[in-house]
């Protein structure tokens, strides 16, 4: 069974950092995109990063360029995302996500994906 399991969000003050882990089991892992995606309430689903061929490429959504940093540790089946200098509009639930063919590398959009973590809050207020 496909399981995507999500942990490190928080309370933080602006300015400072969180690193998100996404713990993926039940399939091959490095061959997927793997990709974080951000909802807050009363707003759209929207992507932040995505990684690709077991951590050999990765994509950003502008809003975290330069801020944010995804990666992925193939042996322990576990995708990270550093936030760095968060902000008040980091604000959101975050979900880890996997691309549905294995082998694509998936843009931001929610369609592409077949598997969904459960999220885990990030709250950026002083």
């Known amino acids: 069974e496909v399981q995507l399991v999500e942990s490190g969000g928080g309370l933080v003050q602006p300015g400072e950092s969180l690193r998100l882990s996404c713990a993926a089991s039940g399939f091959t892992f490095s061959i997927y995109t793997m990709s974080w995606f951000r909802q807050a309430p009363g707003k759209e689903r929207e992507g932040v990063a995505a990684?690709?061929?077991?951590?050999?490429?990765?994509s950003y959504a502008d809003s975290a360029k330069r801020r944010f940093t995804i990666s992925q540790d193939n042996a322990k089946n576990t995708v990270y995302l550093q936030m760095n200098s968060l902000k008040p509009e980091d604000t959101a639930m975050y979900y880890c996500?996997?691309?549905?063919?294995?082998?694509?590398?998936?843009?931001?959009?929610?369609?592409?994906?077949?598997?969904w973590g459960q999220g885990t809050q990030v709250t950026v207020s002083s």
């Open positions: 996500a996997r691309g549905t063919v294995p082998g694509a590398r998936y843009p931001l959009i929610g369609k592409f994906y077949n598997f």
């Open positions: 990684i690709y061929t077991g951590g050999g490429s990765t």
